[in-house]
């Protein structure tokens, strides 16, 4: 069975990559920064257990670690998904929080793979859409977003505005030059894929301690609209989403696809809005009927987002899920956590 090595396998959308590969008949090696995180995802999903291994990596950036990784198990692919985030708290530093990060821990897995594993064919690399795009009205409007659209914001200018939101997106540009001029210069032997999903969302796999502390973000944003939290909706962060379980079928599937081989690829790129959202699920889930923020005239005011992603959906052959069966799904989950915590 083929081999493939995960970063970030506690991740909201590092575990369903290791269900999508499970599905496909891989063996998963998976990476996580502490170790009781071994124990908490394999007592989540014991199914996991015959085709799982999980090893503790801390510093992502270190390529002396990667050497021993790859010089201990054989491997015939990666998928990276682990990357610094954006509202983590005290992690406000641009440099050393969002740029250093997302461009050295890139380099060092690619570096140490390309001189230690020889049989390494593919990795795919969970990259973002806000490498593209801040998602602002003003570059909403200037023109389609394709996969040749890059970031008009600088270095210089994400260090001069100091925001956490504006250094995740540069810092996710950076990343990924960083990573296309690696390909460019060194020519590793296996092929690589970026995927640039807009918003991910969909029902949470991977352990989840606490409801109103340790929610991934996109997942935080559904529960939002029935915990208490809006009296209406918000305004929509960004006007389009993936479901992850689409999303990480698209990465096992871009490892064994030719033409998916050295391309940034979008993925889905369908419109949607926070009203869209909640109308979905107010009609998928009865019970959370009392519970949902109320129309604000929000949904006038969201500039669409013209994300020509239809080349690259197809060329994966991908289906997507509806936002109804998404919204459902992820409300469901949520609901049964709820119930666990009382």
Partial sequence: MPRTLLTGA?????AHVINSLIAAGYDVVGTVRRENLTSEILALHPEWKEKLELIV????????????????YQLDHIVHVAAPLVDIPGETDYDRDFLTPNVENNLALLRSAKR???TVKSVAVTGSINALTTGSPEELLAGPITNETWLPIT????REVNNNYISYCS???EGELALWDFVKAEKPPFSVTVFLPALIFGPPLQPIKDLRSSLNYSTNVIYSFFNGTHETIPATSF??????????DAHVKALTTPAAANRRLLVNGKPMTYT???HALAEAIPELEGRLPADSGEDAKVTPARIEAEADNELLGLKFRTVEETMADTARRILE?????T
């Fill in 10 to 14: 506690n991740s909201f959308v590092g």
């Fill in 57 to 72: 990596v801390k510093n992502y950036a270190d390529e002396s670690v990667w050497d021993h990784v790859f010089e201990t």
């Fill in 116 to 118: 230690i594993a020889p």
């Fill in 155 to 158: 270095r210089e200018q994400a």
């Fill in 171 to 173: 810092g996710k540009k």
């Fill in 239 to 248: 006007p389009s989403f993936v479901d992850v379980r689409d999303l990480a």
């Fill in 276 to 278: 869209s959202l909640v």
């Fill in 337 to 341: 956590l709820e119930k666990l915590e």
